[in-house]
């Protein structure tokens, strides 16, 4: 199975990330043109080693009720909900999915922290693992509940500078080398803004989740997060590496491509995150048997933390 999908499928993904170019890996793993057909073996939970041939027609494996097995964890999640709040005896449990769209979710972040704080939890769990980003501008409104500081700081940033006579000479004068391999970046750093005042932030202690499907504008946050001073706790696995401002590219047929021309930096130490992703103080990795017996060690290891606090 490695040796397949390096060969067929990580060629085709462009994360910046090992980690998240395995995961996609998993879900492209079977993917191929309509009609054709996809054989092969898979081990069962009991041991036991079963063929399959399947065409890809999207029907071969329909079931008449239409359902299809996932763990009972799985089930209990709305999917279509943006944002949930949840309760684990004392301990409130915020899940934010998207940071869009911008006024909405600034809004409904207001009204859960709200409910958090007249219930006076022992401590909050925000989870960030399924957050495929949106506006920066609601990472930082939530940023504000985390923080009494006055001011805060966002991320630092490059974006490559694009010169043609410097590539023209790059090819024989080092001075214009960078230029040349397309290494030139324009360097801005962060910048400070007021945190708003009418925000009260939240009392108890917190914990964020992350993981390897916390992309874009959660990381803008994660980012900005890791560093900030006193931040709460972060557990889970490397975010996706990803990167923002992307440009657009309209192609035939109704595809598009998106090429990222902003290279982040942290707030503080100025280093890059982009190929690495943000890394948790507590690094938690579920595994298979935790997924099929429906057990969510991320999740349980914020518990014992916020309960040991």
């Known amino acids: ?14 994360g910046s990330t090992p980690t998240y170019n395995l995961k996609v890996a998993g879900a492209l793993l079977l993917n191929g043109k309509v009609h054709t057909r996809i ?11 079963v063929n399959f041939d399947v065409i890809r027609d999207g029907e071969s494996t329909r079931t008449p009720d239409e359902q299809w097995w ?16 949840n ?15 911008e006024e909405e979710m600034c809004h409904k972040i207001d009204s859960i922290m709200q409910i958090v704080r007249k219930e006076n939890p022992a401590g909050l769990v925000i989870d960030l693992r399924n957050n495929g980003g949106g506006s920066t501008n609601v990472a930082q409104h939530l940023q504000m509940y985390l923080t009494d500081a006055d001011s805060l700081r966002t991320f630092g940033w490059q974006t490559r500078k694009n010169l043609g006579y ?7 004068r080092e001075e214009y080398e960078d230029y040349f391999e397309y290494t030139a970046y324009e360097t801005y750093p962060p910048e400070i803004y007021v945190r708003d005042k009418a925000i009260e932030p939240i009392a108890c202690p917190v914990v964020i989740l992350m993981g390897t499907y916390s992309f874009s504008a959660c990381e803008d946050f994660l980012v900005c997060i890791s560093e900030m001073p006193g931040h709460p706790l972060l557990i889970g696995e490397e975010t996706a590496g990803s990167t923002g401002a ?57 518990l014992e933390v916020l309960n040991d606090h």
Do not use: M
């Not at 410097?166 to 024989?172: H, T």
């Not at 130490?269 to 103080?281: A, I, M, R």
């Open 39 to 49: 054989k092969g073996k898979a081990l069962t939970r009991a041991g036991k080693i």
């Open 166 to 172: 410097g590539r023209a000479q790059g090819n024989y």
């Open 70 to 85: 996932e763990p009972k964890s799985e089930r209990k999640r709305n999917w279509r909900d943006k944002i949930a709040l």
């Open 246 to 302: 992307p440009l657009v590219i309209y192609l035939p047929h109704g595809a598009v491509a998106r090429i990222c021309t902003l290279r982040e930096l942290y707030p503080y130490s100025l280093k890059p995150f982009v190929g690495k992703g943000v890394t948790p103080d507590i690094e938690v990795k579920p595994t298979i048997d935790d997924y099929l017996d429906g057990k969510d060690p991320v999740l349980s290891k914020a």
């Open 1 to 14: 199975t490695t040796e397949y999908v390096e060969k067929y499928v990580l060629p085709d993904i462009t």
């Open 87 to 101: 309760w684990e005896n004392d301990i409130a449990i915020v899940s934010i999915d998207k940071f869009w769209p």
